[in-house]
């Protein structure tokens, strides 16, 4: 125990160079539980994948084999739109033996280590005590361990608070090429955490002094600035140059009137009311929604909205909180704090802008949410723990019986937060998805490698991804801001709704004719008005669905005609028709 608070001790004295060694170490330590956890769930089945990695990993089965997903308009579109520098890591781990599935679920680990060592080194500069850098760390690691759009998804925007973390340790230590670096891995990575990283570089040339800001224009300043500014511009350069020929975003007149981006729609962006929709949204809020207000709203709790407003003072209020303590009561903590505000005040103007220009500049949370996640639980211990610290040694400097007990309290509560991870982290969060149809996606894949499914199931968010077989539409790819993508995908998604419950061929004959699709995969069980309430696009596509439902109480669609006839495969509840018998059976009906 006299070893124990000794090691104690030393964590809570400013300056301790052993205890920043030990403390370091517990925090990498503490970084690899989420990541372990989930690579546990990750490798349990053989076609277990993340949720949103379908969608940014499916079409770099291209790099082990180019003739898949050959003139496949989803593939093309996602492969466009995935930021070049997250495709040159994969690319590159693929040329190493790591396949772009296995990389993702191997990712997250040295994700959460640089977090936890920036979170730590960052903490460390601006206030010199070993237990206050663990606490941020600890924190910072287990609320990003809380939610899929967080460091376990490893897609783009897991790279976003490892990078922005990045920076702002190499700004604050005034290295121009080491910040310029950072930046420009933001832009490759995740373009918008970079343009927020702009607004810091702008703001940063301002110094904190006598509680208001002034202007402090030296080379040893400038440079970082001008250096990192470059960077980010020759990265977003590429985007800029980059139409993608995917035609104009959606505008907020059009968002307005499309039922996927309302409550319950495939990318919900307006919810009800104002406080969920712009404090606690996904995609429309300032807070990050591991926070808990969202899921308040979401439960109908009553004091949702007091919970979205005291979140709201914690984020704004702790970083001008910690300004004034660095500048007149605490000497121990150094005055870059300000650093924090200014991360805050770039995030609620890049929030506001794209509010403004909404969708032009992607989702306005992307702005406000990843640079709160990296700082927050930063500005949280700075600010409490100094007054726990003092509070303990108070405590520690009593007799020896109240001292061991003030031992064995903090043993026990560090030793609670380390495995708090275990039931509350990736298990829920980590959002894996397990395919439950391996027998089908081996059928598909053994088909030739230019055929196209056509499906309103489920199911078919997980068969480019299993079965490298191209899909003419379906939940997971349907992202609805760019028009010249999401037009014709709605279209067919619509037309396939009308062939599949038509009591007459005459629509599936069309739907065959015009998009030639090889196969349609159907869900048995869709077949009943209750059961269409429930089905994916019954949100984003309304006019279609009650359609659908009208349809089956009034006849039997024709399309249940075709199970026996056209069925080449059966995955209970899944059947596979084919679509050129269908075409021949409605066309010369036996």
């Excluded at 898949?68 to 690319?91: L, Q, S």
């Excluded at 924190?139 to 460091?151: A, H, N």
């Excluded at 026990?412 to 397990?434: D, E, H, K, R």
Aim: proline share 7%; charged share 10%; with cysteine.
């Amino acid at each position: 125990m006299s070893f124990l608070s000794e090691r104690l001790r030393e964590l809570v004295n400013v300056d301790n160079r052993n205890a920043y060694v030990t403390g370091l170490i517990l925090a990498l330590g503490y970084a690899t539980i989420p990541p372990a956890e989930a690579l546990s769930l990750a490798f349990e089945t053989p076609f277990t994948i993340q949720d949103d990695a379908r969608q940014f990993l499916f079409w770099m089965q291209q790099w082990r084999d180019p003739n898949a997903f050959v003139d496949d308009p989803i593939a093309e579109y996602f492969r466009t739109v995935t930021p070049y520098g997250f495709k040159a890591i994969y690319w590159l781990l693929n040329l190493l033996g790591l396949p772009p599935f296995t990389a993702n679920k191997l990712l997250p680990l040295p994700l959460f280590l640089i977090t936890a060592y920036y979170s730590y080194r960052i903490t460390w500069t601006l206030y010199p005590v070993a237990a206050v850098s663990i606490a941020a760390s600890w924190l910072t690691c287990f609320f990003l361990s809380l939610i899929d759009q967080s460091l376990l998804s490893a897609v783009p925007r897991a790279f976003a608070v490892p990078l922005f973390l990045w920076f702002l340790f190499a700004l604050m230590q005034k290295h121009p090429w080491t910040t310029a670096a950072a930046c420009a891995l933001q832009g490759l990575f995740y373009p918008l955490i970079a343009l927020v990283s702009a607004g810091v570089l702008c703001m940063s040339i301002f110094k904190w002094k006598n509680n208001r800001p002034e202007f402090a224009l030296r080379n040893a300043t400038l440079m970082p600035v001008v250096a990192s500014l470059i960077a980010i511009f020759c990265a977003l350069l590429p985007y800029l140059l980059n139409t993608g020929g995917y035609g104009p975003i959606i505008n907020s007149i059009e968002a307005l009137r499309d039922p996927a981006l309302q409550e319950g729609g495939r990318s919900a962006f307006f919810l009800n009311g104002f406080i969920e929709t712009y404090l606690c949204g996904a995609r429309a809020g300032f807070l990050p929604v591991e926070w808990g207000c969202g899921e308040a709203f979401r439960l109908n709790l009553a004091f949702a909205p007091l919970l979205a407003g005291i979140l709201l003072v914690f984020a704004i209020g702790v970083p001008i909180v910690l300004i004034f303590k660095a500048t007149g009561m605490d000497g121990n903590l150094d005055q870059r704090v300000s650093i924090l505000l200014v991360v805050v005040v770039s995030s609620v103007l890049g929030y506001l802008a794209a509010h403004l220009f909404l969708f032009e500049l992607h989702l306005p949370s992307r702005y406000s949410q990843h640079p709160l996640r990296a700082t927050s639980w930063i500005g949280a211990a700075l600010l409490a723990g100094p007054g726990l610290i003092k509070l303990g040694k108070t405590f520690a400097n009593k007799s020896r019986l109240q001292s061991r007990s003030i031992t064995v309290i903090t043993i026990t509560i560090a030793t609670a937060f380390f495995i708090l991870p275990l039931p509350l982290g990736p298990s829920p969060y980590a959002n894996y998805v397990t395919g439950k149809h391996p027998q089908l996606y081996a059928y598909l894949r053994a088909a030739p490698k230019n055929i196209t499914i056509a499906s309103l199931a489920i199911e078919a968010d997980n068969i480019p991804s299993f079965s490298a077989r191209s899909v003419q539409g379906a939940r997971e790819y349907a992202i609805p801001y760019a028009t010249g993508y999401i037009t014709p995908l709605k279209q067919k998604t619509k037309a396939l709704i009308r062939a599949q419950y038509a009591s007459n061929p005459a629509p599936l004959t069309r739907y065959i004719e015009h998009y030639r699709p090889s196969y349609i995969l159907v869900n048995r069980s869709m077949f009943a008005p209750l059961a269409i309430k429930s089905q994916w696009w019954a949100s984003d596509y309304p006019s279609e669905a009650n359609w659908a439902i009208d349809q089956l109480h009034s006849a039997m669609p024709y399309m249940i005609k075709m199970f026996s006839t056209c069925q080449v495969f059966n995955s209970a509840p899944l059947i596979l028709l084919d679509a050129d018998c269908i075409a021949t059976n409605t066309a010369y009906p036996s």
